[in-house]
């Protein structure tokens, strides 16, 4: 690669930081960071009603979360507004723009015009200046929009990273309006400025953007500006097919981090949304940056895969030690109003982390340690029956009298279950739901064992 590569995101802050910019904001990182290059973060915050600072933090809170560290930036295209006029000025004074008086109701009727004639509408260049042709008479109170000035002929090709080769003929194209009447520039060009000035050499992006690039493309020529390469990457579908969307669950990456997935697990899987390396699946950052060198982008859209995602997660969460996961199931439970601390949780990460995907679902275990809990009417009435009532009494009189360790607890257990001719089903089933709220648990010894003797004592009292 001659060009020194340099990526961008450009997210619009008119919301959180949607799955699918963040897995264009990862393919961009990584695309830079495997050629040494830089990454650049771009708000594109010229939609002022619709923009929020929230979402400016959001955008950079979940950058962070997900360690996509950027070289340059933030950068606000509100901030850059003198140097669109700047270059817009030099437009209109080299020719490749023109000023366009047409009124809104003048465009309304061109539009009714071509399409009763059965053609395409499109802005028919009447303030278009050509050789030999006189322009009509400037009308009175009209500001004019800026239109750029594309060319009539030819066709804009480019080779896309992801689709292969793409052309668009010229003709296909009108002047598009780059500043309203007021003089605020328009989207497309501000992208096309962002990208000359920051010296992008590829434009990773969603592909609902393939329109913008030949336009694009026609305004840095018309610039002089070399090129950058483009890679416009599939949208991400939801399990029905149509795109990922809210209807199919969280979008946001901010509510995954709620949620409790890790972030090197989402890197992992969003990396794998249309980009491969063979059958890996499983791999570190260092590995995705290795070998992310642009190739071997898939060109048919990815599906969105909860379970993938879950099963991910987990291999992540398994390779945590236990002390750095009961830091986040701490984070968890706080967020659940309760308190507890790394030191308590991090034997019960051990016990639990086997049966869970996400520290959330660790911290929905973990409560029972710490706040009181509420089993089912019909657990209760399923499992603390009148028979086995007498060998629960029996169990919790002995566990008040024994030495407190997962041998001990056992081995009264055995001994309970002998003296009332009961199986072990039946006695773990009936402990569970009192002291833990539910059924199903891992071994009820190892259980039992990381809870304060008191608390069991005091939960087997109701019966
Ligand atoms: N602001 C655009 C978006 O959020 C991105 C534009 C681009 O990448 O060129 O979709």
């Known amino acids: 690669m001659t060009r020194k590569v340099r990526t961008r995101i450009a997210p619009s802050p008119t919301g959180f930081l949607h799955l699918g910019t963040a897995r264009t904001a990862l393919f961009s990182w990584a695309f830079a960071r495997h050629h040494g290059g830089e990454f650049i973060l771009r708000i594109e915050d010229t939609d002022?009603?619709?923009?929020?600072?929230?979402?400016?933090?959001?955008?950079?809170?979940?950058?962070?979360?997900l360690?996509?560290?950027?070289?340059?930036?933030?950068?606000?295209?509100?901030?850059?507004?003198?140097?669109?006029?700047?270059?817009?000025?030099?437009?209109?004074?080299?020719?490749?723009?023109?000023?366009?008086?047409c009124t809104p109701q003048e465009l309304d009727a061109m539009?009714?015009?071509?399409?009763?004639?059965?053609?395409?509408?499109?802005?028919?260049?009447?303030?278009?200046?050509?050789?030999?042709?006189?322009?009509?008479?400037?009308?009175?109170?009209?500001?004019?929009?800026?239109?750029?000035?594309?060319?009539?002929?030819?066709?804009v090709s480019w080779h896309d990273m992801v689709k292969g080769t793409i052309s668009i003929s010229n003709r296909e194209l009108d002047d598009l309006i780059i500043a309203r009447p007021d003089g605020t520039p328009t989207y497309n060009f501000c992208v096309v400025v962002d990208d000359w000035d920051m010296q992008i050499s590829h434009v990773i992006r969603g592909d609902d953007h393939v329109n913008n690039t030949p336009r694009q493309i026609n305004i840095l020529r018309a610039l002089g500006a070399e090129l950058p390469e483009y890679g416009h990457v599939p949208m991400i579908l939801g399990p029905d097919g149509d795109k990922l969307s809210k209807r199919h669950g969280a979008v946001s990456v901010m509510q995954y981090e709620e949620a409790g997935y890790l972030p090197d697990a989402m890197v992992n899987y969003l990396s794998r949304l249309g980009w491969s390396h063979g059958?890996?699946?499983?791999?570190?950052?260092?590995?995705?940056?290795?070998?992310?060198?642009?190739?071997?982008?898939?060109?048919?859209?990815?599906?969105?895969?909860?379970?993938?995602?879950?099963?991910?997660?987990?291999?992540?969460?398994?390779?945590?030690?236990d002390a750095s996961l009961a830091a986040l199931v701490s984070a968890q439970l706080a967020r659940r109003?309760?308190?507890?601390?790394?030191?308590?949780?991090?034997?019960?990460?051990?016990?639990?982390?086997?049966?869970?995907?996400t520290t959330g679902e660790l911290a929905d275990w973990l409560g029972m340690y710490f706040a009181d809990v509420a089993p089912s009417e019909q657990d209760l009435a399923s499992h603390v029956t009148d028979a086995v009532r007498p060998a629960l009494r029996a169990l919790r009189d002995k566990l008040a009298a024994i030495e407190w360790n997962k041998a001990a607890i056992g081995?009264?257990?055995?001994?309970?279950?002998?003296?009332?001719?009961?199986?072990?089903?039946?006695?773990?089933?009936?402990?569970?739901?009192?002291?833990?709220?539910?059924?199903?648990?891992?071994?009820?010894?190892?259980?039992?064992?990381?809870?304060?003797?008191?608390?069991?004592?005091?939960?087997?009292?109701?019966?």
């Open 337 to 357: 109003g309760i308190v507890a601390s790394e030191a308590q949780l991090t034997p019960l990460c051990g016990l639990f982390k086997d049966r869970c995907a």
């Open 48 to 65: 002022v009603a619709r923009s929020t600072q929230e979402a400016v933090d959001q955008i950079i809170a979940a950058m962070k979360w």
């Open 111 to 155: 539009r009714e015009a071509q399409r009763a004639r059965g053609e395409k509408p499109r802005y028919d260049g009447r303030w278009r200046p050509e050789p030999g042709k006189t322009l009509p008479a400037v009308p009175p109170g009209v500001e004019p929009v800026v239109r750029f000035r594309n060319p009539l002929d030819g066709d």
């Open 411 to 463: 081995a009264a257990i055995k001994e309970t279950l002998a003296a009332h001719s009961l199986k072990m089903p039946q006695l773990a089933h009936a402990v569970r739901v009192l002291v833990c709220g539910r059924a199903q648990t891992p071994s009820i010894d190892a259980v039992l064992e990381l809870f304060p003797r008191d608390t069991v004592l005091a939960r087997l009292r109701s019966v």
């Open 67 to 101: 360690r996509l560290d950027y070289d340059e930036g933030p950068f606000f295209q509100m901030q850059r507004l003198a140097r669109y006029r700047e270059v817009i000025a030099k437009m209109l004074a080299d020719g490749s723009a023109y000023r366009c008086y």
């Open 279 to 321: 059958d890996d699946e499983l791999f570190t950052r260092e590995q995705l940056v290795s070998w992310f060198d642009g190739h071997h982008l898939a060109k048919s859209p990815a599906q969105w895969d909860a379970a993938k995602l879950n099963w991910v997660n987990a291999h992540y969460l398994k390779g945590m030690t």
